[in-house]
Structure formats: structure tokens, C-alpha cells
């Protein structure tokens, strides 16, 4: 133990700061310190020297049941660090089974702290099976995990793997940064960087502290990166953002797969899985199997997201990924499944979205997946249900939203039971699928049903598929889909269309080739609203293709009000 230091003094434990080929620094026990420094820090086992062999950093305790790590009885600025390793080059580091626990600041500090950091250079670095126990620190400064922040040669592999914390993790300090994993080296091409079965649960900051989880935005050509089978639970947070995975600089085969991410609750933004459009060089990226459910932003709330994806790697696929129960309680927040821009060859697939809720006061909006930007994208085989939103006046909620792309493939996807509930008198603010964008966008073989607004008071409220692209140059072709619509409203006007088109004079702007659909309209009509089975904004008829044919189209009983077209002028009761 080392007592009573002075406002500038640091205290460390082991320490080696020789140039040997070989070093252990393990096995060792720092426990029972306090400080009344100010500026000064702490430090429990570091690694200064140039080693250039094995380094081996095992089984050290910083803090014990007997006694914790270090006690600050002031405000303190200085470093706090548990286990570092800061010169040489060696070829392999070993940061394995170190416990770290009982680092208190008596008074609130805005020390730094780093619990396990390995900046110098390594062929081969292996940080597992490491273990936080139970920490409760009081500090606003930037907190730190693991840290593998260097830059790795071609041969390089770094890994991060089994490490936890053990009860739980509190931070006091209201505002700075806690990051779990991080890596911002420069890292080149042939190297990799696996994050494997790490758990991060129980976990509570406060104030506009923020939370990134696994944060990898190494890469100077980057390094080809597995991140997998992590788990990230019970997170609590004020207003500050949360992102639960972050990574940049793809290359190689990589993959994101078998990641839980699951209750976590602030009041900012919140996502479960960004990937950065920074270097876009993976020859294959396999997000697969990950499991993101019950993120919620509450109080004055923010945009809460599943999944996004802005990187535009040659071949990106999703698929089997569950992500549901996301809300937001924010104003005019958004609330996403998953979100797909820069898309270069870009596969949807075998996803589950549901359960998404917005409930602001004015314009939130609800989406399940959506493709903004790229050259190809295809959303397949896909089911989105139990979307929800409760905003009052301009919300808009779909089940796959497409506003961009060269080539986008929306196929054989299930959409069902979305839900707009509250009172609004918007227009069109509840569609299974919206084309608002895209050059040639194939719509094929869908399954839209069970699209409800029982309180909407507007003379057109939903859209099974709602196309209002005005792009010229388009092509929307839309065939072989199954819309079935049963929705009902207590609003005093309120109107439903199976298929809506936004006509143009240009023949060529948003084309729509309507095909082989099946259309089955069987809402009921309030007020001066219509059921429709095919609706158009204008009676221009020079953008619908001629190639549609072969629709079988169905509104109810035919009568004034219950119509197989409409335009605004013509309503056709009949075909005949």
C-alpha cells in the first residue's frame, strides 16, 4: 500500500521499464493505495521497457476482496491506469485473467482512466478472459476498457476475447465518455483484429455521459475484422448517445455475427450496430445471426436504430438478424431496423423486424428497412411486423422504405400488423412499402397486410404499396404482389388504397409496370374517404408502362365510395 501522496505524485505498482527479450509481469497483487493527489495518478502494472520477445501480463489483481486498487481522497486529474504496455515491440503480448476492482474517488475526479491498454507495437496480441469487477468510479473523464490502439504490421493479429465485468459498472462523473473495447491504430491490409464472446453487461452512467461498446476505427488500409458472439446488457444512460458497436476500415472477409445487444435505455440516441463508410475495401462483410431487442430512448428521447450501414464494400450481406422492440419517445425522433446507404452489392436477408414503437408528441417516424444510396441492393425474403406509431400530427411510418439506389430488389418480403395509432389528419402516413426514390426498382412477390390507423381522420391514410418517386429516368416495376387491406378508423374522413402511383407527363419519370399484383381492398370508408384498389394523383396516365397487364384487383362492394381506380376525376366502380 502506498499512502498520503503529494498533489503531483503517481503512484505504480509493478513496473518495468528494461530492454529484455523476455518479460513477466505477472502474478502480482496491487491493492490497499490512497492518494491526496490532484494531478497525480495511478498506475497497477506497466510495461515501459523495449521488449522485443514475450511479454506476458497474466493473473495480476489490481484490487482484491481484501482491499481495493486506489482510493483518491481529492479531485484528481491524473491517469488511472490497471494494466499497460506502452514500448518495445515484441512479438507477442499476453494481457490475460487480470482482475481489476476498487478504484474510488472519494471526491469527483476527471481523471482518465484506462483499465487495460496495450499501445506498443505487437505481432501477435491476445487480451482474454480479463475481468472488471464490480467498478463504481466517480471521475467525468474518458473511461476506458481495452485499448489495442497501435498499428499492425501485414502479419499482425490482435484479440480481444472473454473479457467481462463482474457484477456491474457504475460511472458518476455526468458527463465524458466510456468506451468498452477500442482500437484506432492504423493497421494494414492482411493483418486481423478478432473481438470475441467479450460480455459488458450491467452497466449505469448518468448525466450526458455517452457509451461505445466495441469501438473499431482501426485501419490505415485495415486490418480484416471478426466480431463475434459479444453480448451487451443492461445499459443504463441520461441523455448522452449509445452505440453499441462502431466499426470503420473494412477489409478482407469479415464478419459480424452472433452479437446480443439487448436492454438498453437512455435519453439520446441510441443504436445497436454502426458500420462506418471508411474504407470499403472487405472483399465479403457476413452480419449474420445478431440479436438487437428492447433499445429504447425515453423522455425527451432520440432516434433509436438497429442497424446501420453506410459502408459500400464490394459484397455486404445481413442475414437471420433479430431486431425488435426499439422505441423512442422523442418529439419527431426516428425508430429503424435497418438502414442501408452506399450500398455497392448489399443482401437483406431472412431478417426479423418487429416490434418497433414511436411515440412522440409531433412527427416521429417508424421504419423497418430502408436503402438510401448505391449501386445494388436487394431486401429478400424478409418479415416486418408489430411496427408502431403513436405520433399526433405528421408521423409516417413504413415497412420498407426505398428512396435510393440504382438497382434495388424488394422481394418476397412479409410486411404485417403496422399499426398508426394515434389521431392524426396527415395524409399518407402509413405505408407497407414506399418507393420514393431509386433508378430501377423491382418489387416482386411482397406480402402487405393488416395495415391499421384506427383514429386517423384523413381522406387517404394508408398505402399498401405507395409509389411517389418523381425522379426522371425511373423505372418502378411492380408485380406479382399480395396486398390485403382491412383497415377501419373511428376519424370522421378516412380512406385507403391498395397501390398509389404519382403520375408525371414524362413517360420516362417513374415509370410503373404494374403486374400479375393481387389487390384486395376490404377496408371500410369514413367520411368523404375512399377504399381504392389502384389510386393515382392525377388523371396523366403518361408514366403508367404498357407493359402493366394482368392485375386482379378488388375494393369491396362496388359502389361510389368503394373503387377498383380513382384519380381524382375518374372513379371506376367496375372494369367494365
Not at 389521431?423 to 399518407?428: G, K, L, M, P
Amino acid at each position: 500500500a502506498v499512502t498520503g501522496a503529494s498533489s503531483a505524485v503517481s503512484i505504480f505498482g509493478v513496473a518495468n521499464l528494461g530492454a529484455f527479450g523476455t518479460v513477466s509481469l505477472s502474478n502480482n497483487t496491487v491493492r490497499g493505495n490512497t492518494s491526496t493527489a490532484t494531478t497525480g495518478g495511478f498506475t497497477g502494472v506497466t510495461n515501459q521497457g523495449a521488449v522485443t520477445g514475450t511479454l506476458t501480463m497474466d493473473n495480476n489483481k489490481i484490487g482484491d476482496a481484501t482491499a481495493g486498487a486506489v482510493t483518491f481522497s481529492a479531485a484528481t486529474s491524473g491517469s488511472v491506469n490497471g494494466i499497460t504496455n506502452t514500448a518495445g515491440a515484441a512479438t507477442t503480448v499476453s494481457i490475460t485473467g487480470n482482475d481489476i476492482r476498487g478504484i474510488v474517488h472519494s471526491v469527483a475526479g476527471t481523471s482518465a482512466h484506462n483499465y487495460i491498454a496495450n499501445t506498443a507495437a505487437a505481432t501477435t496480441l491476445t487480451v482474454a478472459s480479463n475481468t472488471f469487477t464490480n467498478l463504481n468510479v466517480n471521475t467525468t473523464g474518458t473511461t476506458t476498457f481495452i485499448s489495442m490502439t497501435y498499428t499492425g504490421t501485414a502479419s499482425a493479429v490482435k484479440n480481444v476475447t472473454g473479457n467481462s465485468i463482474v457484477t456491474a459498472f457504475n460511472r458518476g462523473g455526468a458527463s465524458g465518455s466510456t468506451l468498452l473495447i477500442t482500437d484506432n491504430g492504423s493497421t494494414v491490409t492482411g493483418a486481423n483484429s478478432n473481438v470475441l464472446n467479450n460480455n459488458f453487461s450491467n452497466m449505469t452512467v448518468t448525466g450526458t455521459s455517452t457509451i461505445t461498446g466495441i469501438n473499431l476505427t482501426d485501419g490505415g488500409t485495415a486490418p480484416t475484422k471478426t466480431i463475434t458472439g459479444n453480448t451487451f446488457n443492461n445499459w443504463t444512460a441520461g441523455t448522452g448517445t449509445i452505440n453499441a458497436i462502431n466499426v470503420t476500415y473494412w477489409n478482407g472477409v469479415s464478419a459480424l455475427s452472433n452479437n446480443t445487444i439487448t436492454n438498453i435505455t437512455n435519453q439520446g440516441t441510441l443504436t445497436g450496430i454502426t458500420m462506418g463508410s471508411t474504407v470499403s475495401t472487405a472483399t465479403s462483410i457476413a452480419v449474420a445471426s445478431n440479436t438487437i431487442t428492447n433499445l429504447s430512448s425515453t423522455g425527451t428521447g432520440g432516434s433509436v436504430t438497429g442497424i446501420t450501414c453506410s459502408n459500400a464494400s464490394p459484397l455486404i450481406s445481413f442475414t437471420n438478424n433479430t431486431i425488435s422492440t426499439l422505441s423512442s419517445t422523442g418529439a419527431s425522433s426516428s425508430v429503424v431496423g435497418l438502414a442501408v446507404s452506399s450500398a455497392t452489392s448489399t443482401t437483406a436477408s431472412g431478417n426479423t423486424i418487429s416490434g418497433l414503437t414511436a411515440s412522440g408528441a409531433t412527427s416521429p417516424t417508424v421504419t423497418g428497412m430502408s436503402v438510401s444510396s448505391g449501386t445494388l441492393a436487394n431486401f429478400t425474403g424478409n418479415n416486418i411486423n408489430g411496427l408502431s406509431n403513436a405520433g399526433a400530427t405528421s408521423r409516417l411510418t413504413r415497412g420498407i422504405l426505398v428512396s435510393g439506389g440504382t438497382t434495388v430488389n424488394v422481394r418476397a418480403n412479409k410486411i404485417y400488423n403496422i399499426t398508426n395509432s394515434g389521431a392524426s389528419t396527415a395524409t399518407a402516413t402509413l405505408s407497407g412499402i414506399s418507393l420514393t426514390g431509386g433508378t430501377t426498382v423491382n418489387t416482386f412477390n411482397n406480402y402487405v397486410g393488416d395495415l391499421k390507423a384506427p383514429a386517423a381522420n384523413a381522406n387517404e391514410v394508408i398505402r399498401g404499396i405507395s409509389v411517389t418517386t418523381t425522379s426522371s429516368s425511373t423505372t418502378q416495376n411492380v408485380s406479382y404482389n399480395t396486398i390485403h387491406l382491412t383497415a377501419s378508423s373511428t376519424g370522421t374522413n378516412f380512406g385507403t388504397s391498395g397501390i398509389f402511383h404519382t403520375t408525371s407527363a414524362t413517360a420516362t419519370t417513374a415509370t410503373l409496370n404494374m403486374r400479375n399484383n393481387i389487390i384486395n381492398n376490404a377496408s371500410v370508408k369514413s367520411g368523404t374517404g375512399l377504399t381504392v384498389a389502384y389510386r393515382r394523383s392525377s388523371t396523366t396516365l403518361t408514366n403508367y408502362g404498357s407493359a402493366s397487364n394482368n392485375n386482379l384487383v378488388y375494393a369491396g362492394t362496388a359502389s361510389a365510395s368503394n373503387l377498383l381506380f380513382y384519380d381524382g376525376t375518374n372513379s371506376d366502380q367496375t372494369l367494365a
